[in-house]
C-alpha cells in the first residue's frame, strides 16, 4: 500500500466511517489514480439517492480537510458485488 492510499484510507477510517457505520453505511478507498481519489460508499450507503449529498459534504470535505495528497473525492459509481448479493436475496425471498 502506498503513502496516499494509507493516508486517506486513514482519514476515511477516522473522520468519515464512524459517522457512516452509525447509519448502517460504509465508504471504502477503491483507487487513487491522476490525483483523485475514488471511494465507493456501502452497506446502506450503497445506491442510496443522497450518495452524492454525503460523498461532498462528508468524505470530500474530511479528505480535503486532512491532506492535500489528492485534488479531487469521486464516488466510484459501479454496481457492487454487495448490491447485487442484497438484490438476489431480495428476490429470492419473492419466489
Known amino acids: 500500500m502506498n503513502q496516499a492510499y494509507q493516508e ?7 473522520y468519515v466511517r ?10 471504502e478507498l477503491a483507487d487513487i489514480r491522476n490525483g483523485i ?8 450507503c450503497s445506491g442510496c439517492p443522497a450518495a452524492k449529498y454525503t ?3 462528508q468524505v470530500k470535505e474530511q479528505v480535503a480537510a486532512h491532506t492535500k495528497l489528492v485534488h479531487d473525492v469521486r464516488l ?11 438484490a438476489k436475496a431480495i428476490l ?4
Open 8 to 14: 486517506i484510507d486513514g482519514i476515511l477510517e477516522r
Open 18 to 27: 464512524p459517522q457512516l457505520k452509525a447509519h448502517g453505511g460504509n465508504a
Open 37 to 44: 481519489a475514488y471511494v465507493r460508499l456501502t452497506g446502506h
Open 55 to 57: 460523498l461532498e459534504s
Open 76 to 86: 466510484q459509481e459501479e454496481v457492487s458485488q454487495e448490491l447485487y448479493d442484497f
Open 92 to 95: 429470492r425471498k419473492g419466489k
